[in-house]
């Protein structure tokens, strides 16, 4: 468990139902934030073993506690990928969104991984800051998500 400020960040089943309401969160903010919604009738949900060590990791953010962000983690070939990364509004500008993408960086490191890849939408611009902050460099697509605008990717070992 890595406990920072007024946050915790644990591992957390991808089914569970606090799980499932942060990525009901998650969904809801993209849908806002894109100018035609978010579509998940296009993207198969996540598979739970995808998400499970050994082949990845979930967890969350607990604040106050709820459950207050979420961050998906999956790996292959020595690559890992983050996925589904969110931290509520309420909890943004407390070092919750850096202290998730550090411990998803260090899950990466535990499954064996040496570079984390990930995506993101343009309407996203802090997501690109703190990843760009973070040493985590554009890179060509390397994937086809509609969403996506940014591709990055960073060296962990």
């Given at each position: 468990?890595?406990?920072?400020?007024?946050?915790?960040?644990e591992?957390?089943?991808i089914?569970?139902p606090?799980?499932?309401?942060?990525?009901?969160?998650?969904?809801?903010?993209?849908?806002?934030?894109?100018?035609?919604?978010?579509?998940?009738?296009?993207a198969?949900?996540?598979?739970?073993?995808?998400?499970?060590?050994?082949?990845?990791?979930?967890?969350?953010?607990?604040?106050?506690?709820?459950?207050?962000?979420?961050?998906?983690?999956?790996?292959?070939?020595?690559?890992?990928?983050?996925?589904?990364m969110?931290?509520?509004?309420?909890?943004?500008g407390?070092?919750a969104?850096?202290?998730?993408?550090?411990?998803?960086?260090?899950?990466?490191r535990?499954?064996?991984?040496?570079?984390?890849?990930?995506?993101?939408?343009?309407?996203?611009?802090e997501?690109?800051?703190?990843?760009?902050?973070?040493g985590?460099?554009?890179?060509?697509a390397?994937?086809?998500?509609?969403?996506?605008?940014?591709?990055?990717?960073?060296?962990?070992?």
């Amino acid at each position: 468990m890595t406990e920072q400020a007024s946050f915790t960040i644990e591992p957390e089943p991808i089914d569970s139902p606090e799980a499932q309401l942060a990525l009901g969160r998650y969904i809801e903010e993209l849908n806002g934030r894109f100018p035609d919604g978010f579509d998940t009738s296009r993207a198969a949900p996540p598979a739970k073993d995808d998400f499970t060590p050994p082949a990845g990791d979930f967890l969350v953010v607990r604040a106050e506690g709820r459950v207050l962000g979420c961050g998906a983690l999956r790996s292959g070939d020595g690559i890992a990928e983050i996925r589904r990364m969110w931290i509520a509004p309420e909890l943004r500008g407390r070092g919750a969104g850096r202290a998730l993408l550090a411990a998803l960086e260090e899950r990466a490191r535990l499954l064996g991984c040496s570079l984390i890849r990930l995506d993101t939408a343009a309407e996203l611009h802090e997501d690109r800051t703190l990843y760009d902050s973070a040493g985590y460099r554009e890179i060509p697509a390397y994937n086809d998500n509609q969403y996506a605008k940014h591709w990055f990717a960073k060296q962990v070992r």
